[in-house]
């Protein structure tokens, strides 16, 4: 993914932030032919390595062709908004404001042990807020051990890392204030989302 320098971040809180926030993201290689596939993804940071987790079903193309070691390529889109050249004082081309991370990486499999805890981790996450959550310990070692026979499941470990942060950076205070404004505008949740990350960026929220 190529990003223009202003736009470029290093900030590895917020490319956690980016992945925690739109962890339903694509998994994509070209062992054999190119495949992508929507899979759910957790960070992990153990103190010393940084990685991701995902799994597929068996029954897709990549479960069956990914390997140890094969390369593969994650890709996380966050908020996201058109922004149109109406809103600047002087005549310029539209474009679109987002917050994305690309994540270039080798493949490991896991094991089953790996597997269950992953599948515990991810559950976790999302029933915690449910009012009657079903974690895994709920649903048995039979039942679970059962579903994961159909589970394909892998840890991909970074060789590269791409966090975009395109907010409008470039623009003068004047244009940077009347985006914020029409964007806020908007019914569109992403739209009212970048303004408020536009604001936090130039300091003004």
């Not at 579903?147 to 623009?171: D, V």
Request: proline share 1%; aromatic share 10%.
């Amino acid at each position: 993914m190529f990003i223009p320098k202003i736009y470029k971040s290093d900030d590895q809180e917020l490319m956690k932030k980016i992945i925690s926030e739109n962890a339903f993201a694509l998994l994509i290689s070209d062992k054999e032919k190119l495949s992508a596939t929507h899979s759910m993804f957790l960070s992990n940071d153990n103190g010393k390595d940084f990685f991701l987790e995902t799994h597929i079903s068996k029954a897709n193309f990549q479960a069956r062709t990914l390997k140890d070691g094969d390369e593969v390529l994650c890709d996380f889109l966050g908020a996201h908004s058109y922004i149109s050249s109406s809103w600047y004082e002087k005549t310029n081309v539209s474009t679109w404001n987002y917050e994305a991370v690309q994540i270039r990486g080798k493949v490991k499999v896991m094991t089953d042990e790996e597997l269950y805890r992953h599948l515990e981790k991810l559950t976790f996450k999302y029933e915690k807020i449910q009012r009657c959550p079903m974690f895994v310990e709920n649903m048995g070692d039979e039942f679970v051990k059962k579903e994961m026979k159909g589970t394909f499941g892998i840890n991909i470990y970074p060789t590269e890392i791409f966090i975009a942060n395109k907010l409008s950076q470039n623009r003068n205070d004047g244009d940077f204030e009347n985006i914020i404004l029409n964007l806020g505008q908007s019914d569109s949740a992403n739209d009212k989302k970048i303004a408020e990350l536009m604001g936090e960026n130039r300091g003004l929220i």
